[in-house]
């Protein structure tokens, strides 16, 4: 059973558009499954004052070991100590920075409508992935821009919830 | 399994406690002759003496404590040890496996609390991973940039047997050492340093964690370059030697600041490069058109100083690696050098001495007479820390300990009872406040019952002097909450824990109140009752550059 949506919810992340991009830094970080890993990276952005603007972690072709997908505000450090500070976490065995590569940056949103009629998202490329009597609930994923641009449509159709999934990026090879 | 463990890493001693989540691992205890265990009064204290253990002799410190308020006692001493970069291993004990997260007696997030002041830390669920982890973990506390490693094992794991596994070969892939020299680097800072007009050196801790006195002096001495120290680094170079500028910072020395200040080129050996080192950022050595940065961690690269020429090395081998490259000095350094000697007699260390008052730097002086470079100083945090730092010779690396980076108040009294501890060849003086001094003071019972031969150096002016100072200075000058009213008799304090005690209230009663600790085997304390109103000169005022510095006043 879905949740009636709070009232206040936006439907645009208040920190896309106003953010300075130039304190970005986009990281993947190959880590040790372990009870404490997150613990630590999260301890160590805190400590050193960065902001996570995005987030994901799921399981690496490596067992044992996960992948991390960071978007973070470096703040008033200097940008290249984002990932110096991670790299010497023992748990932490790789930072990539990819900020400023041309990367695959997707990001998954799903969201349950009140509207049943949801042509307009269909054309953008959403999937319907159930419908009832609460709305119709869809599933897209798009580069951060597309997907801001989804859940601004998704406010025409009035959004019962939403749940983004943070950035997933791979260096482009072809 | 965890004592044979220690055994096998070369443990002599353990600093602990003990409680109902490490009673296994005391079980065991006596079955291990070659771990002396030290029973402390307080688990900040086993900290701090094995912090003082290890910097007095190199070997990583061990402690011991229990689970929850044991475990967290402790987290004052590993921050102390994690800021000065020193080797130590922390064994806590924790609920067993099965009650962790439901909130059982005496259960806490250790690890949670204390990732942030630990270089590495491992909570051990089963006991399949033990050996491996305090395998790691040594290797992890002793190697590169030194620092604590807590090793958080449920007491379940603590009562299992295990096969012995071999823990020869480690393979810790997220563990990066950085000890290699980039050559290309290393010549350019050397050419920068022979061709600069106006050289300095500053020489930070890690010079005397790679052992790279010799390689300094040899590159100072190549380079013409005169040499500073940072508070922990003192020791890295001879305070008499011609080009030393002696200690740096925002209580450092007028020429060293003016020296600093003034250089067109500045290397920075095995340092972090703190706000106690540059004062306000924006004015730090604004003449500076090359900065060298020298250090083992590369996140120290550009944390507050951007450098132009950076070696991510081990301070030893990336001075080795420069001084081939030294070859002619291009610029004449007659006319720096009798600069700086200008500015050392312009702007010289000076006290008041003629007020009828005990002074602090009339006991060190005299300290000094006696002790010269035979013996280990460890200063509390305050006033009497700068006051030992500066108004001392120190000539050879390995004779001064404090708290640099933490700051802990409380550290010295536990902190020379571990030095003495690693170094008992060496006679071991203990320099504190009394603010300090009463916020571990119960260790002294771990003096009396091991009769170590420490001496203790109270500078008791019955009030928190370097808080006074800067509420006099920079705050107004309202006193807020910094007389020490209220304080024990030490000398009684000291009959009540069974060590032998003087006070000194004037200044013909130093000396042989100095001979008599001396002519005293074991612990002796003398309260010295000094001028409340002495101060700590020069000192740059808070917030401002270094050339800010003020003096002490010429007294009459």
């Known amino acids: ?174 | 399994m965890v004592l044979e463990a220690l055994e096998r890493e070369g443990v002599e001693y353990i600093f602990g406690y003990p409680g109902g989540a490490n009673l296994p691992i005391y079980q065991h205890l006596h079955e291990h002759p070659h771990l002396k265990h030290i029973l402390v009064r307080h688990e900040q204290g086993a900290a701090h003496m094995a912090d003082g253990y290890a910097r007095a002799c190199g070997k990583p410190g061990v402690v011991f404590a229990t689970s929850g308020p044991g475990a967290l006692n402790l987290v004052t001493g590993l921050c102390t040890a994690y800021m000065d970069s020193v080797p130590m291993i922390a064994i806590t004990g924790q609920v067993v496996s099965t009650q962790v997260g439901r909130d059982a007696f005496q259960e806490s997030d250790v690890i949670g609390a204390t990732s942030s002041v630990t270089k590495h830390s491992y909570l051990v669920t089963k006991i399949g991973q033990l050996p491996r982890v305090i395998h790691e973990a040594f290797h992890i506390a002793t190697t590169g940039r030194p620092g604590p490693v807590l090793i958080d094992i449920c007491k379940d794991v603590q009562q299992a047997e295990a096969e012995r596994v071999n823990t020869e070969y480690l393979e810790i892939p997220g563990y990066r050492l950085n000890g290699h020299v980039d050559l290309e680097g290393a010549r350019q800072a050397a050419h920068a340093l022979a061709r600069a007009e106006r050289p300095v050196i500053l020489a930070g801790h890690g010079v005397l964690l790679s052992h790279a006195e010799r390689e300094l002096m040899q590159l100072a001495e190549a380079a013409a370059a005169p040499v500073g120290t940072t508070l922990l680094g003192i020791g890295a170079f001879p305070v008499k030697h011609p080009l030393s500028l002696h200690m740096t910072g925002f209580m450092g020395t007028g020429w060293c600041l003016k020296a600093v200040q003034n250089a067109d080129v500045l290397m920075m050996v095995g340092m972090r490069v703190d706000d106690r080192v540059t004062a306000k950022l924006s004015e730090f050595a604004p003449n500076v058109k090359t900065f060298i940065h020298v250090d083992i961690d590369p996140s120290e690269m550009g944390k507050n100083v951007r450098p132009h020429i950076e070696l991510v090395a081990d301070a030893r081998l990336a001075l080795e690696a420069m001084l081939p490259h030294i070859d002619k000095l291009q610029a004449d350094r007659g006319k720096w050098l009798a600069q700086i000697d200008a500015w050392r007699e312009e702007h010289p260390l000076r006290y008041q001495r003629s007020n009828g008052k005990l002074q602090p730097q009339d006991v060190l002086i005299d300290m000094y007479r006696r002790a010269k470079s035979e013996a280990i100083i460890v200063a509390d945090v305050g006033q009497n820390q700068i006051w030992a730092a500066l108004w001392w010779n120190y000539d050879r690396p390995g004779l001064f300990i404090n708290s640099g980076g933490s700051g802990t108040m409380g550290f010295a009294l536990p902190a020379a009872l571990g030095a003495k501890f690693g170094r008992p060849d060496l006679p071991v003086w203990c320099v504190a406040g009394e603010g300090g001094f009463v916020m571990t003071a119960q260790e002294l019972s771990v003096a009396v019952e091991h009769q170590l031969d420490v001496k203790i150096v109270l500078l008791n002016n019955f009030s928190l002097g370097m808080v006074r100072q800067f509420q006099d200075d920079f705050y107004g000058g309202v006193r807020s909450q910094v007389d020490m009213t209220h304080m024990p008799d030490f000398v009684k304090l000291c009959e009540a824990y069974g060590l032998p005690a003087l006070r000194v209230e004037k200044f013909e009663e130093i000396g042989p109140s100095f001979d008599a600790a001396e002519r005293t085997k074991g612990p002796f304390l003398i309260d010295f009752r000094i001028d409340p109103e002495a101060n700590v000169y020069p000192i740059v005022p808070l917030g401002k550059g270094l050339n800010e510095f003020r003096e002490a006043p010429e007294y009459a």
């Open chain 1, 1 to 174: 059973m879905l949740k009636a949506a709070p009232p206040a919810l936006r439907a645009t992340s208040p920190q896309v558009g106003r953010s300075d991009n130039s304190k970005i830094r986009v990281l993947s970080l190959l880590v040790e499954d372990g009870q404490n890993t997150l613990t630590k990276v999260s301890g160590v952005l805190r400590r050193r004052g960065f902001h996570v603007r995005g987030i994901s972690v799921g399981p690496s072709r490596q067992p044992g070991r996960s992948r991390i997908t960071l978007e973070i505000d470096h703040g008033h450090a200097e940008a290249d100590q984002v990932r110096k500070q991670l790299e010497r976490l023992v748990e932490v065995l790789e930072v990539e920075d990819l900020t400023g590569d041309d990367l695959h940056n997707r990001e998954l949103v799903v969201a349950t409508v009140a509207a049943s009629e949801v042509q307009a998202l269909l054309e953008r490329g959403a999937k319907v992935l159930s419908t009832g009597a609460d709305g119709t609930t869809v599933e897209f994923s798009g580069g951060a821009d597309e997907v801001s641009g989804f859940v601004d449509e998704l406010t025409r159709h009035g959004i019962v919830d939403v749940v983004r999934s943070g950035p997933v990026v791979m260096r482009r090879t072809a």
